[in-house]
């Protein structure tokens, strides 16, 4: 009998662990931000909106591979959970043209940052998991805060030891 409540209480907590992973339990209009922050923890950026509301960014999984955009409107209500690494994200991206602001709009806080001093760039880094394979994506700003480069690259340092198992 204790073996059966014990797999009831972990079979429970990892239902509960995956409902607050994606925020996939929010239902728009409904849910509010004090909701979304309770289920899915402190978000790791908040940024306000023009006219009221704000997003909140989830960077999930290793490294941070999926990040979740919780849109809340200015009523407080969730309107939306999305994913943000998405290829359809990235296809927004205008080189000499989109700002600093927006990436960081579109995609939440990069993972990591770099310098590039002679090159007078700065560069975001952002891991994304695909159905295929892990990716890094590069977004590389000149000191005007203008997207100047752009890379998908496979991560291999993310692939376990002898290689990928995933279809390629």
Not at 113 to 127: F, N
């Given at each position: 009998m204790k073996t059966l409540y014990v797999?009831?209480?972990l079979a429970a907590g990892l239902l509960a662990g995956c409902a607050s992973y994606s925020g996939s339990s929010l239902v728009a209009g409904k849910s509010t931000a004090a909701e979304a922050e309770a289920l899915m923890?402190?978000?790791a950026e908040r940024v306000e909106k023009p006219g009221g509301g704000s997003v909140l960014y989830?960077?999930?999984g290793p490294a941070g591979r999926e990040t979740y955009a919780v849109l809340i409107g200015a009523d407080g209500k969730v309107q939306a959970v999305e994913q943000r690494l998405t290829d359809g994200n990235i296809a927004k991206l205008v080189l000499g043209t989109t700002?600093?602001?927006e990436v960081r709009e579109l995609f939440g806080p990069p993972a990591h940052?770099?310098?590039?001093?002679?090159?007078?760039?700065?560069?975001?880094?952002?891991?994304m998991d695909t159905t295929a394979m892990p990716y890094v994506l590069y977004v590389q700003l000149s000191s005007d805060g203008i997207v100047r480069e752009v890379f998908k690259i496979k991560d291999y340092a993310a692939e376990p030891p002898g290689g990928s198992d995933r279809i390629k």
């Open positions: 797999a009831t209480c923890g402190k978000p989830y960077p999930r700002t600093a602001r940052t770099a310098q590039l001093p002679r090159r007078e760039r700065e560069v975001w880094e952002y891991p």
